[in-house]
């Protein structure tokens, strides 16, 4: 068995094996380092909340970690912060992703779903990805951020070069990093000069005020709320990344995993009120991240029959979690009817994903106005395209044939 080959290019197979055999397994991570990866659900679960787990890079052991090397302005976010750090950042930012403003959102979501699907025409053939998945959640969160539209075209390949790196190609990593640091450099110049109601200008209000008086100092700020420049400028491109790529596979996963379950597709025609319970169990099923965050053990930490020693690195597999049999029944079976509640596709405990409201919101909505719009949808290749990547998993092309039978029903 090609383990590091398997779990690229098949992985739930290759999780499967490892959850019956191995379910805490020594293998080589992402850019070749030593990592113990972690395939139950109760030990993922566990791990995930288990606060000895740090995601701080300086609790690695010396010379085990290399990851991807991104500059202090572009690193010092979310996904590198335990507390109190973590908590201080994430404050600034929750009100922006609370349930009651996503479905504020709804509507103008709803008004670029359209939109996107007017310019495909009655029938044809596109890829569902480029003309409708990418740019729905791109348009979504720049425009809560405040970016114009002329600042969007290059996101979607920077954030590919980042997310799937070619090892072959080690300068279009870097060259993708140097135009994302020097683009967000320049827009928070730029809203410096120019603010608006958006929520990249608050956070410049809260990096620049010290939120240290009054408590005014943007959406969630309060008495000693800070922002270093490199935090601020990092918090952006975590928000535009992790908003806008994680959303893209969540569309892309969706359609296709009902394109090849075609009865389910024909279950949400008939009755679209279970669209809320179809996005669950298809993020269950298929979500777009295959691991969480690596985390660094502060001290020596057991996980199943295993004791990860401090300072090496845990990989905590979301995606073999979510089709544990002990947790799931029939997990290799998409069912709109099952209890999916505790699934682990984004995320649990502290770091949680933050915009998970808005996610869920922005996929019910695309997959509502597209079997609105189109009355037939067939796939027009017999495989896609697919991320190959030990991190995630998501579509690079879905080919769709389609044809307009109905006018949508908003």
């Known amino acids: ?13 290759a999780y499967r094996h490892l959850r019956d055999s191995a379910p805490v397994q020594r293998i080589a991570g992402a850019t070749g380092e030593p990592a113990w990866l ?3 659900y109760e030990d993922v679960r566990s791990a995930l909340a288990d606060p000895r787990l740090s995601l701080d890079k300086s609790n690695a052991a010396q010379g085990s970690y290399r990851g991807l090397s991104l500059p202090p302005a ?17 404050r600034l930012v929750s009100r922006a992703f609370t349930p009651r403003r996503v479905e504020a959102m709804r509507p103008g979501i709803r008004r670029t779903a359209d939109g996107l699907l007017d310019a495909l025409g009655t029938e044809g053939r596109t890829d569902l990805i480029a ?8 348009t979504v969160i720049c425009d809560l951020l405040g970016i114009p539209d002329d600042h969007r075209k290059d996101f979607r390949a920077w954030t590919n070069e980042l997310i799937a790196p070619d090892p072959s190609r080690p300068q279009a990593v870097k060259q993708a990093i140097g135009a994302m640091l020097a683009f967000f450099t320049g827009l928070i110049a730029h809203k410096r000069r120019h603010p608006a109601d958006d929520l990249l200008s608050d956070l410049i209000a809260v990096r620049d005020s010290g939120a240290d008086g009054d408590g005014d100092g943007g959406p969630g700020a309060r008495d000693g709320d800070r922002l270093s420049e490199d935090e601020l400028t990092s918090l952006a491109f975590l928000i535009l990344g992790a908003g806008y790529e994680n959303t893209v596979q969540l569309i892309g996963n969706a359609v296709h995993a ?3 379950h075609p009865e389910h597709l024909a279950r949400l025609r ?3 009120s279970k669209l809320p319970e179809a996005v669950e169990e298809l993020t269950r099923y298929e979500g777009p991240a295959l691991l969480a965050i690596r985390r660094f053990p502060t001290e020596d930490v057991a996980i199943g029959d295993v004791t990860v020693p401090a300072g090496e690195t845990v990989l905590l597999s979301l995606a073999a979690a979510n089709r544990d049999p002990a947790r799931f029944a029939d997990p290799d079976r998409i069912d709109f009817d099952r209890d999916t509640s505790g699934h682990l596709a984004l995320g ?6 933050l915009g998970a409201p808005l996610a869920r919101a922005e996929v019910e909505i695309a997959l509502a106005a597209l079997l609105d719009r189109f009355g037939s949808l067939t796939p027009a290749e017999t495989e896609p395209q697919w991320r190959q990547s030990l991190r995630a998993r998501g579509l690079l092309t879905l080919l769709v044939d389609y ?8």
Do not use: E, F, W
Not at 1 to 13: F, K, R
Not at 74 to 90: F, G, V, Y
Not at 131 to 138: E, G, M, Q, R
Not at 403 to 410: G, N, Q, S, V
């Open 74 to 90: 572009l690193d010092a976010n979310l996904l590198n912060m335990d507390p109190p750090d973590h908590a201080r950042i994430r």
């Open 348 to 353: 649990h405990g502290i770091h949680y994903c």
């Open 403 to 410: 044809k307009t039978t109905a006018r949508p029903l908003a």
């Open 270 to 272: 008939l009755d679209p």
């Open 258 to 260: 009902l394109l090849t």
């Open 131 to 138: 003309s409708y998945a990418a740019p729905l959640p791109i």
């Open 1 to 13: 068995m090609d383990l590091q080959g398997d779990l690229i290019h098949h992985p739930h197979d």
């Open 38 to 40: 972690v395939t139950r």
